[in-house]
């Protein structure tokens, strides 16, 4: 049995497992899931899921599975979603402010920016899309809303790019950042990371692997303090002929250092580029 988050992956995979292996195909995004189907058509052992990762010991008891062999979760939101201009996530063009990978959930791009107070913005701004001028961003955002509802990612592109000195918009696009963090702030991309992390190492059968794609450091810090912890640490002193601390380990941490994207990927692909893998094996 294999576990996938995010519905839309290779071929190849499917191709590997053996006739009686099952894969579980989870997205929060009925548009992708849809594709996914649409894609992978040819294969008869899939289970399509629309529901968040997150939940993945809930869907795993619905599905009366107990342990899975491997999960693998590609994190953020996809080149489908970016490329789907009407969905909100790209700065580039004009469009509705929705950015919801889940089109089901109420809270959207638009009631953050326009609801969210001026500290809540500069907050989310800066932590979640490391943005040196949050606080002005911010400040900026709520004096436009005063004036006119910001409904369109153009309106809030220039507000961004009025927001931060022309001599510091050297590297990729002014908004990259803002946009990012309301995104994240929409999805709730971060805070159940964590857990989710743990949830999937538990849910692993022995020699299971847990393999995990980041795409900024906020995922790869979360995933990569999971791992550690779920590796477990002794801490008794070094002449102790045996532990009584009680530690225990889940398992192995099988990449040292997260694997990246080669050169040539990077060249084919430029979204690859901030690219992580880490994998954890269960014991």
Do not use: W
């Not at 080149?79 to 929705?98: A, H, K």
């Not at 801490?235 to 002929?241: G, H, R, T, V």
């Amino acid at each position: 049995m294999e576990l996938f988050g995010g519905a839309g992956h290779s071929k190849e995979i499917l191709k590997k497992l053996s006739k009686q292996g099952c894969l579980i195909g989870i997205d929060r995004d009925e548009e992708a899931i849809c594709a996914a189907k649409d894609n992978l058509k040819e294969f008869s052992n899939i289970k399509y899921v629309h529901d968040n990762h997150d939940n993945v010991k809930e869907i795993l008891e619905k599905l009366k599975i107990n342990q899975v062999d491997g999960i693998l979760l590609d994190l953020g939101v996809s080149s489908y979603q970016l490329d789907e201009r009407n969905r909100g996530f790209s700065y580039l063009g004009e469009n509705v402010l929705d950015m919801r990978m889940d089109k089901t959930q109420v809270l959207t791009a638009k009631m953050v920016v326009n609801q969210y107070s001026e500290q809540e913005l500069a907050n989310i701004i800066y932590e979640y899309g490391e943005e040196k001028f949050s606080r002005q961003i911010a400040k900026n955002i709520c004096k436009q809303r005063e004036e006119q509802e910001i409904q369109t990612t153009k309106q809030l592109t220039q507000i961004i790019e009025r927001s931060i000195p022309k001599s510091k918009q050297k590297e990729g696009h002014p908004a990259k950042r803002t946009f990012q963090a309301i995104r994240i702030e929409v999805n709730n991309e971060i805070k159940p990371l964590y857990n989710t992390i743990k949830q999937c190492i538990e849910s692993l059968k022995k020699d299971g692997r847990l393999c995990v794609i980041t795409f900024h450091s906020l995922e790869d810090k979360a995933v990569k303090k999971a791992f550690i912890e779920a590796k477990g640490k002794c801490i008794c002193p070094s002449d102790l002929p045996y532990c009584v601390c009680g530690a225990k380990s889940q398992g192995e941490i099988i990449t040292k250092k997260p694997i990246i994207p080669t050169k040539k990927e990077q060249e084919e692909n430029t979204r690859s580029k901030s690219a992580k893998l880490r994998i954890f094996e269960r014991k």
